[in-house]
């Protein structure tokens, strides 16, 4: 005996999966961990597993600066709110702020005994 089944679709319209990478930022040796964008939407800030923090212009997927300074995994970043600073925080504790015009660090400290996996900044 052959039993006959009958199928019909239940969705009225086709998912299609996304395929489509408008661009990619090749840089970093390790995992990326946190990513932000500055205020103005035409940079972007990327902390990775390579202890290294870079920025980039947007628009042209390009890299303006790769910073070294943490020891350990950078695993959280924030912009000021004017975008003339930034913050970066590593897997042992250090805090480290940037100028991402010059990309060179400002300043540096051990702001917590473990991880950094949060940042803010106050107005």
């Not at 390009?62 to 943490?70: D, I, M, N, Q, V």
């Not at 020891?71 to 805090?95: C, E, Q, Y």
């Not at 010059?102 to 917590?112: C, D, S």
């Amino acid at each position: 005996q052959t039993l006959a089944l009958t199928y019909q679709p239940l969705a009225l319209f086709k998912v299609r999966p996304v395929t489509r990478c408008t661009d990619t930022l090749p840089g970093h040796t390790e995992a990326i961990l946190h990513v932000s964008y500055g205020p103005d939407g035409k940079n972007l800030a990327s902390g990775g597993g390579d202890a290294t923090v870079r920025f980039w212009d947007v628009h042209t997927s390009t890299p303006r600066h790769t910073c070294k300074g943490h020891r350990d995994h950078v695993l959280s970043t924030a912009w000021s709110p004017d975008g003339v600073r930034f913050a970066s925080g590593d897997k042992r504790g250090m805090l480290l702020l940037w100028d991402p015009v010059k990309g060179e660090a400002l300043g540096k400290m051990q702001a917590h005994s473990k991880w950094i996996t949060g940042l803010a900044w106050e107005p």
